[in-house]
C-alpha cells in the first residue's frame, strides 16, 4: 500500500487527508505538533470509513517518525495569511517552519516526493528544495492546478456553462504575478478568445490573480482551503498512479525559458518519479517577459531565506 504524509492538521491538511482517504490513494498519516489534534481529526474521520465507504489507514500523530518510508509528504503547515497581509509577509516565519520539517523528512521518508503548499508557495518550494537536498524531480509546489482551476471556475462564470468543460492553464508565481494564459484555455476545444469578449476574458484574468485575496477578506480569520485540497489530490494521484498527467507545478529551473536556480509555476508532466519534465510552451514575447519578472521579483526575496 502507497504511504502518503500530510504534515500540517488545519483546515487544508485536514481537508486534504479526508479527500485522500475517500479516494483510497493510499494509507494516511496526518502530522501537527499540537497535541491531540491530528488524532481527534485522524479518529473522527475513521469513523466515517463506513458510511463513505473506503478502506484505507488514518493515523494522527505528533511524532514524525511516523512518516517514515512515506512515497508522498506533503507539507501544508505553516501559518495562513490574514486580511491585509501578503504572502510575502510570511517568508521568515514560514521559511523557519519548513526548514525544520524538511529535516524531518531528510530523517525518516529520504525517498519521498515532496509536495509544498506553504505560502509564499515558489520561495516555499525552493527552501525545501535546498534544505532537503533532494533531486530537483522530487520538491516540486502545488500552486499552477489550484490557480488554473480558478481561472476556468470565472470563464464558466462568464459563460454561464460546465466548469468541467473549460481547460485553463496559469503559470508564474503562484501570487499577484501569476499568469493566466488565454492563448493556452479553451472550452471542449474551443479558443476562450471564440467565446469570450475582451472584458470578461479579463474579468476573468483579474479576479484569478486575486482569487485567494477575496476568500481571505471574505473568511476574515482564515484562507481557502476546499480548492486546495482539491488541487493537492490530483497531483497525488498523478504520482502515485504514475498517470503522466501535465499540469502546472512549482518547478526548479535549470535553463528552460532562460531561467536557473528558482522556483515557478509552468506545466510539467507528473508521474512516479515526481515531475518527468518540464513543457517548454512557445510564449508571446510579452507573456516571456512577465515569467522574467516575476522570477526577478522572487529573487529580491530568496535573500530573506535562511539557506
Same mark, same amino acid.
Given at each position: 500500500?502507497?504511504?502518503?504524509?500530510?504534515?500540517?492538521?488545519?483546515? =487544508?491538511?485536514?481537508?486534504?487527508?479526508? @479527500?485522500?482517504?475517500?479516494?483510497?490513494?493510499?494509507?494516511?498519516?496526518?502530522?501537527?505538533?499540537?497535541?491531540?489534534?491530528?488524532?481527534?481529526?485522524?479518529?473522527?474521520?475513521?469513523?466515517?470509513?463506513?458510511? &463513505?465507504?473506503?478502506?484505507?489507514?488514518?493515523?494522527?500523530?505528533?511524532?514524525?517518525?511516523?512518516?517514515?518510508?512515506?512515497?508522498?509528504?506533503?507539507?501544508?503547515?505553516?501559518?495562513? @495569511?490574514?486580511?491585509?497581509?501578503?504572502?510575502?509577509?510570511?517568508?521568515?516565519?514560514?521559511?523557519? #517552519?519548513?526548514?525544520?520539517?524538511?529535516?524531518?523528512? +531528510?530523517?525518516?521518508?529520504?525517498?519521498?516526493?515532496?509536495?509544498?503548499?506553504?505560502?509564499?508557495?515558489?520561495?516555499?518550494?525552493?527552501?525545501?528544495?535546498?534544505?532537503?537536498?533532494?533531486?530537483?524531480? @522530487?520538491?516540486? %509546489?502545488?500552486?499552477?492546478?489550484?490557480? *488554473?482551476?480558478?481561472?476556468?471556475?470565472?470563464? /464558466?462564470?462568464?459563460?454561464? &456553462?460546465?466548469?468541467?468543460? +473549460?481547460? /485553463?492553464?496559469?503559470?508564474?508565481?503562484?501570487?499577484?504575478?501569476?499568469?493566466?494564459?488565454?492563448?493556452?484555455?479553451?472550452?471542449?476545444?474551443?479558443?476562450?478568445?471564440?467565446?469570450? *469578449?475582451?472584458?470578461?476574458? *479579463?474579468?476573468?484574468?483579474?479576479?484569478?490573480?486575486?482569487?485567494?485575496?477575496?476568500?481571505?477578506?471574505?473568511?476574515?480569520?482564515?484562507?481557502?482551503?476546499?480548492?486546495?485540497? /482539491?488541487? #493537492?489530490?490530483?497531483?497525488?494521484?498523478?504520482?502515485?498512479?504514475?498517470?503522466?498527467? #501535465?499540469?502546472?507545478?512549482?518547478?526548479?529551473?535549470?535553463?528552460?525559458?532562460?531561467?536557473?536556480?528558482? &522556483?515557478?509555476?509552468?506545466?510539467?508532466?507528473?508521474? @512516479? %518519479?515526481?515531475?518527468?519534465? =518540464?513543457?517548454?510552451?512557445?510564449?508571446?514575447?510579452?507573456?516571456?517577459?512577465?515569467?522574467?519578472?516575476?522570477?526577478?521579483?522572487?529573487?529580491?526575496? #530568496?535573500?530573506?531565506?535562511?539557506?
Amino acid at each position: 500500500m502507497v504511504k502518503i504524509s500530510v504534515v500540517g492538521a488545519g483546515m =487544508v491538511g485536514a481537508t486534504l487527508v479526508q @479527500r485522500l482517504a475517500e479516494s483510497e490513494l493510499g494509507d494516511l498519516v496526518m502530522i501537527d505538533v499540537v497535541d491531540g489534534l491530528p488524532q481527534g481529526k485522524a479518529l473522527d474521520l475513521m469513523e466515517s470509513a463506513p458510511l &463513505c465507504g473506503f478502506d484505507v489507514d488514518v493515523v494522527g500523530s505528533n511524532d514524525y517518525r511516523d512518516i517514515e518510508s512515506s512515497d508522498v509528504v506533503v507539507v501544508t503547515a505553516g501559518l495562513p @495569511r490574514k486580511p491585509g497581509m501578503t504572502r510575502d509577509d510570511l517568508i521568515r516565519i514560514n521559511s523557519g #517552519i519548513i526548514r525544520d520539517i524538511s529535516s524531518k523528512v +531528510v530523517e525518516y521518508a529520504s525517498s519521498a516526493i515532496l509536495l509544498v503548499v506553504t505560502n509564499p508557495l515558489d520561495l516555499m518550494t525552493y527552501a525545501a528544495l535546498k534544505y532537503t537536498g533532494f533531486e530537483p524531480h @522530487r520538491v516540486l %509546489g502545488m500552486g499552477g492546478v489550484l490557480d *488554473s482551476a480558478r481561472f476556468a471556475y470565472f470563464i /464558466a462564470l462568464e459563460l454561464d &456553462c460546465s466548469p468541467t468543460d +473549460v481547460q /485553463a492553464m496559469v503559470i508564474g508565481s503562484h501570487g499577484d504575478m501569476m499568469l493566466p494564459l488565454p492563448e493556452y484555455t479553451t472550452v471542449s476545444g474551443i479558443p476562450i478568445r471564440e467565446l469570450l *469578449s475582451s472584458d470578461a476574458l *479579463s474579468r476573468s484574468v483579474s479576479r484569478t490573480v486575486n482569487a485567494g485575496a477575496e476568500i481571505v477578506d471574505l473568511l476574515k480569520t482564515g484562507s481557502a482551503f476546499y480548492a486546495p485540497s /482539491a488541487a #493537492i489530490v490530483r497531483m497525488v494521484e498523478a504520482v502515485v498512479h504514475n498517470q503522466r498527467r #501535465i499540469m502546472p507545478a512549482s518547478v526548479y529551473l535549470d535553463g528552460k525559458y532562460g531561467l536557473k536556480d528558482i &522556483c515557478i509555476g509552468l506545466p510539467v508532466r507528473l508521474g @512516479r %518519479g515526481g515531475v518527468l519534465d =518540464v513543457i517548454e510552451l512557445d510564449l508571446q514575447s510579452e507573456t516571456m517577459d512577465a515569467l522574467h519578472r516575476s522570477t526577478d521579483s522572487l529573487r529580491t526575496l #530568496i535573500s530573506s531565506l535562511e539557506l
